[in-house]
């Protein structure tokens, strides 16, 4: 059978596995780690939808109060996740408008959908930042300087192995939704050293230690504090 064929059943089994994942993830959420800022929260649920089990566990090993301790490569993936969830979100918009609603092909679909995913992963730095009190331009320079590194490793990964795989399949075919998961998730991968190595460099404070974290505030310390080190 071809993976056109194989497909749908792929994409079943995919959702057999995700969605208990994405269940347990709000369940431990709302009853253990609920101190957690709620952005993190819907970074965490966002991750989890897009990588499903993978997600789960990237979760479970860093982003919860349990933790026995907060090294650099935690930071990373609590990093990557957050970047993560934005960027993804703006690969879904920007492939239903250029696929779905224009039939672009290739070259203006991976312009189109690298354009949302920067623009949302961008904007989920930015805005929490100026929210917490920096200043525009500020936020604006930080996350030029610490998300783009990442963003762009895990767009160029994340387009390529979406339209290797995708071929000219549609948004009615299974094949599209498929090659969209396996896509994000290599994105994922692929911008973990990144954000490690930004990490160790200095370039990036990454998302707080969630044993340290609650919900009266804590959440602008984060932004803050990501802000502070992409000056640095």
């Known amino acids: 059978m071809t993976l056109t064929e194989l497909s749908p059943w792929l994409l079943g089994a995919w959702a057999v596995v995700m969605l208990p994942s994405l269940a347990l993830v709000l369940h431990d959420l709302r009853r253990h780690n609920s101190h957690l800022m709620p952005l993190m929260q819907v970074v965490w649920a966002l991750t989890v939808f897009y990588s499903g089990p993978l997600g789960l566990l990237i979760y479970w090993r860093t982003g919860r109060k349990s933790i026995p301790d907060d090294g650099d490569w935690r930071r990373a993936f609590r990093s990557v996740a ?8 703006g690969e879904i918009i920007g492939l239903t408008l250029a696929v779905g609603l224009l039939a672009l092909g290739n070259a203006w679909t ?32 930080d996350a030029l300087k610490a998300e783009t590194p990442s963003i762009v490793v895990m767009e160029l990964v994340a387009i390529s192995v979406d339209l290797l795989l995708a071929g000219d399949a549609g948004m009615g075919d299974a094949l599209f939704w498929l090659s969209l998961v396996v896509s994000l998730t290599c994105g994922l991968l692929a911008a973990w050293p990144v954000n490690y190595w930004l990490i160790r460099r200095g370039v990036k404070e990454g998302m707080m230690d969630p044993r340290m974290t609650d919900h009266h505030g804590h959440g602008h310390d984060e932004h803050a504090q990501h802000g502070q080190a992409a000056q640095g």
Do not use: N
Not at 116 to 128: I, K, S
């Open 82 to 89: 957050h970047c993560y969830s934005g960027c993804g979100m």
């Open 110 to 141: 991976a312009a189109i959908t690298f354009t949302f995913a920067y623009l949302f992963g961008f904007a989920l730095t930015v805005g929490p930042e100026i929210q917490g009190g920096t200043a525009p331009r500020t936020a604006v320079m």
